[in-house]
């Protein structure tokens, strides 16, 4: 893989016969623009004559999540603070790694906040939108070629 990219999906027959779709994650600062077209160029080296190919990146769906925390009684206010930016953290880095077509199942939001700390006794999920707008709080699918991210995580 070329420098700046994180992780590559390769689709065979993407656009039929005689074809692949390769899709690029590229990592966190780099020109997309610049990175497709030189994975691209690679690509070009060493495929033969007649074989039609695609490199593109997913379409990134950004995911708003509000979660509200039960605390037991044993932690000061400034512990339940360290635990819910804990929780936040570990809720934005699983959703930026969430891959193409892969779907966003709301046990493993809750799980993940659950697991954050022993004094978390109960989670609950206020709110959930994707790309701007408001979902039904149940697991959410992708529409084709589209990946989620981390969009504004709130926990309290």
Not at 21 to 37: A, E, H, K, M, W
Not at 78 to 96: A, D, F, S
Not at 125 to 154: Q, Y
């Amino acid at each position: 893989a070329d420098p700046g990219v994180a992780s590559l999906d390769y689709r065979p027959y993407g656009s039929g016969t005689g074809s692949f779709v390769v899709y690029v994650y590229p990592q966190s600062g780099v020109n997309q623009v610049r990175l497709l077209d030189q994975v691209t160029a690679a690509i070009e080296t060493v495929v033969s004559e007649g074989i039609y190919f695609e490199v593109r990146q997913p379409t990134e769906m950004p995911v708003d999540l509000e979660l509200v925390l039960q605390f037991d009684q044993a932690l000061s206010v400034t512990e339940k603070q360290t635990v819910r930016n804990t929780v936040k953290t570990n809720l934005q880095r699983r959703l930026n790694q969430l891959k193409k077509d892969e779907v966003l199942y709301i046990n493993d939001i809750i799980r993940l906040a659950l697991s954050a700390n022993s004094h978390v006794l109960d989670v609950s999920i206020a709110s959930l939108k994707v790309n701007g707008i408001a979902k039904t709080i149940t697991n959410t699918f992708p529409a084709n070629d589209e990946r989620f991210i981390s969009g504004m995580v709130t926990v309290v």
